[in-house]
């Protein structure tokens, strides 16, 4: 099946855990939205989730991380909660540099901070060598997943941070834009992502000051 308007087929097990998941989603959004909301945006990011997801077994995991990113984003934009900023990492695949820097920010702001990422062009799985470099530091990246962009993320962010999606990367009035010029980790050796890694958390401790957070 490709990735159009349909969900991936699911397994009677897989349906039965996205189930428990938007029952579980619904016990945390309560009060904020109700049912349906979350039934339609689980179906939703099972759609964009799709095929581009390499561990079918995963998917139940992945659709439910997804939409609670999803309907964190929203009801930052419902509500008007701007209690802590919020900052999205977009690169191509997903993959390498934007899940690095969404590691750093988590990393050194901790809870101080909303962290998303995605991609233009999501890959199938997070970069085995980027995840190798963020371990040698103490960060684990590798529960990550690759993933598109949404509308409600991206209009719920403070600060949108591109790294060479081009003119495939969102353009929103009243955001704080960055440009980051990294090198793409994809097939480079581990002492070229180990140079990318350390480059992007001098960017991201630059950032954290400009936030005015305080580094963990």
């Not at 939409?67 to 984003?73: E, G, I």
């Amino acid at each position: 099946m490709s990735n159009d308007d349909t969900p991936l087929e699911l397994t009677t097990e897989q349906i039965f855990l996205i189930r428990q998941s938007a029952r579980r989603l619904q016990d945390e959004f309560d009060g904020v939205f109700n049912a349906e909301t979350i039934e339609r945006y689980i179906t939703d990011s099972q759609v964009k989730i799709g095929e581009r997801a390499r561990f079918a077994n995963w998917m139940p995991v992945l659709v439910e991380r997804f939409t609670r990113d999803r309907l964190k984003a929203l009801a930052r934009l419902e509500t008007g909660d701007l209690s802590m900023p919020a900052v999205l990492f977009l690169c191509v695949h997903n993959a390498g540099r934007s899940q690095m820097a969404a590691g750093w920010l988590r990393h050194l702001a901790g809870d101080q901070v909303e962290v998303f990422s995605g991609g233009s062009d999501p890959g199938s799985e997070t970069n085995a060598v980027a995840i190798e470099a963020m371990g040698e530091v103490g960060i684990d990246i590798s529960t990550e997943f690759p993933k598109p962009w949404t509308d409600e993320i991206a209009r719920a962010a403070d600060v949108i941070v591109t790294m060479g999606c081009g003119d495939a990367c969102p353009i929103y009035p009243g955001k704080r834009y960055e440009d980051w010029e990294l090198t793409d980790p994809s097939g480079q050796p581990i002492e070229i992502v180990r140079e990318v890694r350390d480059d992007i958390r001098t960017r991201v401790e630059a950032l954290v000051a400009s936030l005015e957070l305080t580094p963990a």
